[in-house]
């Protein structure tokens, strides 16, 4: 009774189904989803830039956004070539973690979109994507630009007696639209410090000048604030 035995190699175990193909790609599709990918990357970095309303805008970040539309159409149309390289991308993908804090909502849009354009420019759907791409841009224009929104502000009061705290809640009720008591401190020698959220008119910002010439008030700052930041 004779026995064969298969010897194998790497090369054989591979050859078929990873080696051949990983190199049957086409230049032009390659090229024209990457070139497809930064024309959107583009736009989704002008489209940031024009509605940008946060406290510092992030050039850095912004360009990110057309690097990770090229980056991501790039790996698309490697894991669509093989199957055994998809599932292994997937796994090594699975254990990154970003650990950059989005406090911003918006950021989090951006990032997004940008990563929905390249997996669209990489899997070869290059209408769908620019449709898609200009529709979402028309939409953040829209709502960025014709949309008026208040923002509210932090208004901070250091003076000498509680008694004045009183003048000026009424100069506060009068020159804005809306105000909330926030904070209240009282510091040795009497000193204390309020901090109201208001929503003045037409961002008129004379109210801390107005509230520096009471006696007895030591500063009035104005802060710009959204929830996540001051400035």
Do not use: C
């Not at 002008?46 to 360009?63: D, L, P, R």
């Not at 100069?171 to 929503?199: A, C, N, W």
Request: glycine share 6%; aromatic share 10%; no cysteine.
């Amino acid at each position: 009774m004779l026995f064969t035995v298969a010897s194998t190699n790497f090369s054989d175990i591979f050859k078929s189904s990873f080696i051949e193909n990983t190199a049957s790609f086409s230049i032009i599709d390659s090229l024209l989803g990457l070139g497809m990918a930064f024309i959107i990357g583009l736009f989704i970095y002008a489209i940031y830039k024009k509605t940008f309303k946060g406290v510092i805008y992030s050039h850095t970040f912004n360009i990110s956004l057309v690097i990770m539309t090229m980056a991501t159409a790039l790996v698309i149309m490697g894991i669509s070539q093989n199957v055994l390289l998809s599932l292994g991308m997937v796994g090594a993908l699975s254990i990154v973690r970003f650990r950059t804090p989005i406090k911003d909502p918006m950021d989090l849009v951006f990032l997004f979109w940008s990563v929905i354009a390249g997996i669209l420019s990489g899997a070869g759907f290059i209408l769908l994507a620019a449709i898609g791409t200009v529709s979402i841009g028309l939409v953040i224009l829209l709502f960025s630009n014709k949309i008026r929104v208040e923002n509210p502000y932090l208004l901070v009061v250091k003076f000498d007696k509680d008694n004045i705290g009183e003048k000026v809640e009424q100069i506060i009720s009068s020159k804005v639209k809306k105000y909330v008591l926030k904070s209240k401190s009282i510091m040795q020698g009497d000193e204390v410090e309020i901090t109201y959220e208001i929503r003045v008119k037409e961002n008129d910002a004379q109210i801390t000048s107005t509230i520096s010439k009471i006696d007895g008030v030591r500063s009035a700052v104005m802060l710009s604030y959204d929830g996540n930041f001051t400035a």
